[in-house]
């Protein structure tokens, strides 16, 4: 009886793990993971266009059933017709490569929702009422949603909930059953849907991303012939970037080991909250850190008491960074935390001004905007 419960569940992590591999090696999933894409298409780097498995043992939803690497090996071999294995069982690629022209692979696939529930904060900006799960089940029906994406707009941290997202699925045939079934535009005009989609109580709308790309491209073009028929005074006034900070929402962490990037920050966070580092990404929490550096930050958008967990938990060695712990961590306070978002927003809007004088000088060298 034991035995049988054992191998139950080795069974049952054995499978979690291959469907978060097929997951992470997805063309859905690669197109807007950075990390991932960045080392498959790495064909000359160190680990020769594949993802190295000390690097995927770091992720929270790997984490979460197990910390063998002799389970990810294991999982990759039982893959075998879409994910392959360098000569020392290290490192894992995909058969079909990943490619730049690929990148647009999702729009054919694709549905544009909107309509989605929305909620004010407290400061004043808008968040989503649902999360992605919500709107992957309201069109799972239709066949395997492969990605869900909401859109947030504005520059201002933090940006606002659009009311939007975008939904890949797996298969075109899945997509063309979701639209017969769904669709509220069609061609530029309302339609009535077989079957209206609901997402936590908000009936949504739906068009083919496809239409919506190019009902957007058509309309920029036009806003574009239109400055450029303004007598040339086509010139943006200058940005600057403002943040409507709160006290309490930031991490100072020190002591980071040898080797530590934003990803290993991240996915402590999400182990501290028990939630996938999407989920934490989604939530606009940042690792302000760059490469080489002992020291960094993270931020939350609102204050809670889980931000003063976090510090106490890496202060302690509960919560680690890279499988090690850090020497200090704290939540900033009075004139630090103050220092700390003017340095944060001088340095944003320093970014405005590199971007309008670069702009400015290719105006000059160009002879003005080209279409």
């Known amino acids: 009886m034991g035995d049988s419960t054992a191998e139950d569940s080795e069974a049952k992590t054995l499978q979690n793990v291959k469907d978060r591999l097929q997951f992470f090696f997805s063309d859905a999933n690669v197109r807007q993971d950075r990390f991932i894409r960045k080392l498959l298409m790495d064909k000359e780097g160190e680990h020769k266009g594949k993802v190295p498995i000390e690097s995927l043992l770091r992720f929270n939803t790997i984490k979460k059933y197990t910390e063998k690497a002799e389970v990810i090996v294991k999982a990759a071999k039982e893959?075998?017709?879409?994910?392959?294995?360098?000569?020392?069982?290290?490192?894992?690629?995909?058969?079909?490569?990943?490619?730049?022209?690929?990148?647009?692979?999702?729009?054919?696939?694709?549905?544009?929702?909107?309509?989605?529930?929305?909620?004010?904060?407290d400061g004043g900006s808008k968040k989503y009422d649902c999360t992605v799960d919500d709107v992957k089940n309201a069109f799972q029906k239709y066949g395997d949603v492969a990605l869900v994406k909401l859109a947030f707009s504005g520059r201002n941290k933090p940006r606002d909930a659009d009311g939007c997202?975008?939904?890949?699925?797996?298969?075109?045939?899945?997509?063309?059953?979701?639209?017969?079934?769904?669709?509220?535009?069609?061609?530029?005009?309302?339609?009535?849907?077989?079957?209206?989609?609901?997402?936590k109580d908000s009936t949504v709308k739906v068009m083919l991303l496809s239409e919506f790309l190019e009902e957007n491209k058509k309309n920029r073009k036009e806003r574009d012939n239109k400055r450029g028929r303004n007598d040339?005074?086509?010139?943006?006034?200058?940005?600057?970037?403002?943040?409507?900070?709160?006290t309490g929402c930031v991490v100072k962490i020190k002591g980071l080991p040898e080797g530590t990037n934003r990803e290993a920050i991240l996915d402590s966070i999400a182990l501290h909250l028990d939630v996938s580092v999407t989920e934490v990404k989604?939530?606009?929490?940042?690792?302000?850190?760059?490469?080489g550096q002992t020291e960094g930050a993270v931020r939350f958008l609102e204050p809670a008491d889980h931000v003063k967990e976090l510090a106490t938990k890496l202060k302690s060695g509960d919560l680690q960074i890279a499988g090690t712990k850090i020497e200090d961590a704290f939540l900033l306070e009075g004139d630090e935390e103050k220092k700390y978002y003017e340095d944060f927003?001088?340095?944003?809007?320093?970014?405005?001004?590199?971007?309008?004088?670069?702009?400015?000088?290719?105006?000059?060298?160009?002879?003005?905007?080209?279409n």
């Open 282 to 291: 989604n939530r606009k929490i940042y690792a302000d850190f760059s490469i």
């Open 79 to 121: 893959l075998e017709e879409t994910l392959t294995l360098d000569e020392a069982a290290s490192a894992i690629g995909r058969k079909v490569e990943f490619t730049s022209d690929m990148m647009n692979g999702h729009v054919p696939n694709s549905l544009h929702v909107m309509n989605l529930p929305v909620a004010q904060t």
């Open 345 to 370: 927003i001088a340095f944003k809007n320093k970014q405005i001004r590199n971007h309008e004088e670069k702009r400015s000088r290719k105006k000059g060298r160009f002879g003005g905007r080209r």
């Open 165 to 199: 997202a975008m939904v890949e699925f797996a298969t075109k045939e899945s997509l063309e059953k979701a639209a017969e079934a769904s669709l509220t535009v069609k061609e530029k005009a309302d339609v009535e849907p077989k079957e209206p989609v609901t997402v």
């Open 232 to 246: 040339g005074k086509d010139e943006r006034e200058s940005r600057t970037f403002k943040f409507d900070w709160k």
